[in-house]
């Protein structure tokens, strides 16, 4: 068990540039969820896949948001035209959900900062 | 839609001395899922002690217990004998029970930062 990676760990982009991150879950973790925190928050639900169905998507998903998770593996997040607003930690987390206590586990997050 | 507060932004303790950090919640379900999550600086989130609604018995892990008030709606983390790596943002964060789609996101509270003193 390697736990929850994400890649990359930091990311400083200018306005209007795409950019995309990386979770890697805990192998046969069957879903997989993405947040997003900001400076002194706690995180905020994006959207949540499980194995590779998106299941939910958060109204903070702007149309500019875009998950996948093929294959039911790793998933990618990527975010078109890049605003200012976008700057923030964005977390994914796995859990295996075989049970009604599933306990999602967290990776470090992906900095973003938007110039 | 359910709520979860916070309202100690900051906390201090003294090394090996006792700390309690608050935490209520809004929800109209009866059954769910209640979490303390621990965020030292730079470094990821882990879990800390969970609780389930329907278990009256209050959680313990080692130096860390819950004082889960149903009826209060609240869900107060006892951190006893503090050690300096304690230090980091606690989160307190809500689950539903429901099995569907929408239910499994944790809704988080806006954290509490806990200074360890030497």
């Known amino acids: 068990d390697t736990g929850v990676s994400q890649n990359p760990r930091h990311k400083i982009t200018k306005r209007g540039q795409n950019v995309t991150f990386r979770c890697d879950p805990i192998?046969?973790?069957?879903?997989l969820y993405w947040y997003r925190q900001t400076l002194g928050q706690g995180p905020e639900f994006l959207t949540y896949?499980?194995?590779?169905?998106?299941?939910?998507k958060s109204r903070l998903l702007s149309d500019r948001f875009s998950a996948e998770r093929p294959k039911g593996s790793f998933s990618t997040l990527e975010i078109q035209r890049t605003e200012q607003g976008d700057s923030a930690m964005y977390l994914c987390?796995?859990?295996?959900?075989?049970?009604?206590?599933?306990?999602?586990?967290f990776g470090p997050g992906t900095r973003l900062l938007v110039l | 839609a359910q709520t979860v507060t916070q309202s100690q932004p900051e906390m201090s303790v003294q090394e090996a001395e006792t700390v309690t950090l608050s935490c209520t919640y809004d929800?109209?379900?009866?059954?769910?899922?209640l979490f303390w999550y621990k965020q030292p600086p730079s470094r990821q989130m882990i879990l800390v002690i969970r609780?389930?609604?329907?278990?009256?018995q209050n959680a313990t892990e080692n130096r860390f217990s819950v004082n889960f008030q149903k009826a209060a709606k609240s869900f107060s983390l006892k951190i006893s004998d503090s050690q300096l790596g304690d230090a980091a943002m606690y989160f307190c964060?809500?689950?539903?029970?429901?099995?569907?789609?929408?239910?499994?996101?944790?809704?988080f509270g806006s954290g509490t930062q806990l200074t360890v003193l030497p």
């Open positions: 929800t109209s379900e009866s059954d769910y899922y």
């Open positions: 896949f499980q194995n590779e169905a998106q299941l939910e």
């Open positions: 609780q389930e609604a329907y278990k009256q």
């Open positions: 964060a809500y689950r539903s029970s429901i099995s569907s789609g929408s239910a499994r996101q944790l809704t």
């Open positions: 192998s046969e973790h069957n879903r």
């Open positions: 987390a796995s859990s295996l959900g075989q049970a009604l206590l599933e306990t999602q586990y």
